[in-house]
């Protein structure tokens, strides 16, 4: 299912969006440079996670890239993971690709990995302050997201 057309403020409608990266390219990643860019790297990014293969359970996008704004300053990710695999995960050869710093350098995102993945989906299913402010929207205005559909 494509992604869903943009709503009130061009933001997602309320709710979880699954989306293939093709989808989420159609949607968001080709409109200019900077969207390319992002885009780009959210490919290679989502290539890198392959590794942990089992141990990630979900991959969400949010942030300005999800949204209509012509030129998004990065694109805001959370990598959900089982609890129970937190050790696993920690020790895993190729762990330092889940350092938030590391994928900030490398392809400006802001990464969050949890476990506690319906307090995040919940939380990144409201606009930011700054958001609110300049589109006239009441803080903590719903929105949606979208998980990577793989």
């Known amino acids: 299912m ?5 709503v009130q403020a061009g933001l997602l409608p309320v ?6 990266l093709f989808e989420i390219e159609t949607a968001f990643g080709h409109q200019n440079d900077t969207r390319v860019e992002l885009f780009g790297n959210l490919r290679r990014f989502c290539e890198e996670l392959a590794v942990f293969g089992p141990l990630i359970k979900g991959v ?10 012509l030129v998004p300053r990065d694109v805001d990710l959370v990598v959900v993971h089982d609890i129970d695999d937190f050790e696993e995960l920690d020790a895993h050869p190729r762990a330092e690709y889940l350092h938030e710093d590391r994928v900030l350098e490398l392809y400006k995102f802001d990464l969050f ?3 506690d993945e319906d307090t995040m989906v919940r939380f990144f299913q409201k606009v930011a302050t700054e958001y609110a402010l300049e589109h006239g929207l009441a803080p903590n205005h719903p929105k949606g997201i979208i998980r990577v559909k793989t």
Do not use: M, N, R
């Open 2 to 6: 494509p992604v869903p057309i943009l």
């Open 15 to 20: 709710g979880i969006h699954d989306a293939t």
């Open 60 to 69: 969400y996008v949010d942030g300005s890239f999800v949204t209509s704004k």
């Open 113 to 115: 990995v949890e476990c």
